[in-house]
């Protein structure tokens, strides 16, 4: 008698612990998936922030437990957050951790990431729509530019043509450097028109051409009527022969 009762009692135990053993996902809980060697290792990663040992780790231990949902929730979360970044394979991961730990309290976070997940990909795939004040930012932006290199193009017109109607002329061919000689009864001075104040002398001639008067010598060389006429005395303007060498006053 005692010993169908022993039996009895022993068959029980062992159809409970049968069952129970049949509803737990393999490793028995995070305590035992956590042991595994391959988790272990990819914990040590994340310490030394080695991330794709860590992702290579962690996948060595789903593959030996494809229920582990502690090493599917590290993969979600690296593929997430660190390189190299995989929105796609971060959503089958957060899945997985959600199908094998519906209750944990992790859920709902793991939810929200996923949510953050897709996201990213629809950016990817498609571009958000630009707001319409960020538009009409961009085409006054636009405007801007188009106004200032029409008033960068009128500028360098404006110079070229100040160039052409005030060009540089380097002396004529004909100036020498001679020293005029004095005439009789002059002390080398030159002598003014009209009492005005002497001009110095410069040392330049000009060889006259024909066909030139003393305005267009003036404005060749940039000096004053007045002054090229102080500078040659008893200068006749209207009777002024080709081949006349005239002092030229400073410029």
């Known amino acids: 008698?005692?010993?169908?009762?022993?039996?009895?009692?022993?068959?029980?135990?062992?159809?409970?612990?049968?069952?129970?053993?049949?509803?737990?996902?393999?490793?028995?809980?995070?305590?035992?998936?956590?042991?595994?060697?391959?988790?272990?290792?990819?914990?040590?990663?994340?310490?030394?922030?080695?991330?794709?040992?860590?992702?290579?780790?962690?996948?060595?231990?789903?593959?030996?437990?494809?229920?582990?949902?502690?090493?599917?929730?590290?993969?979600?979360?690296?593929?997430?957050?660190?390189?190299?970044?995989n929105p796609a394979a971060a959503i089958y991961h957060y899945e997985q951790f959600l199908k094998w730990r519906p209750t944990s309290d992790k859920a709902e976070f793991v939810k929200q990431r996923v949510n953050n997940c897709k996201q990213d990909l629809a950016k990817a795939v498609m571009p958000l729509p630009i707001p319409a004040g960020m538009q009409r930012e961009f085409e006054k932006l636009a405007d801007d530019n188009r106004r200032l290199r029409e008033d960068n193009e009128s500028l360098r017109a404006q110079l070229a043509g100040r160039s052409q109607v005030f060009p540089t002329n380097p002396p004529g061919p004909n100036v020498t450097r001679s020293t005029p000689s004095p005439l009789p009864g002059n002390t080398g001075r030159p002598l003014s028109l009209g009492g005005g104040r002497p001009t110095a002398a410069t040392g330049r001639t000009h060889t006259v051409q024909a066909g030139e008067t003393p305005m267009a010598i003036a404005r060749k060389y940039g000096v004053k009527l007045d002054d090229l006429l102080r500078a040659n005395p008893g200068l006749d303007p209207k009777r002024m022969r080709a081949g006349k060498t005239l002092n030229l006053p400073p410029g």
Do not use: I
């Open 1 to 85: 008698m005692n010993f169908l009762v022993w039996w009895f009692r022993s068959l029980t135990l062992a159809l409970l612990c049968g069952g129970l053993s049949g509803c737990l996902p393999s490793g028995q809980g995070d305590f035992e998936e956590e042991k595994e060697a391959h988790y272990l290792a990819g914990r040590n990663c994340l310490n030394t922030m080695d991330f794709r040992g860590a992702v290579e780790a962690f996948e060595s231990a789903v593959e030996v437990n494809p229920r582990s949902a502690s090493a599917h929730f590290q993969l979600g979360c690296l593929y997430e957050e660190k390189e190299p970044q």
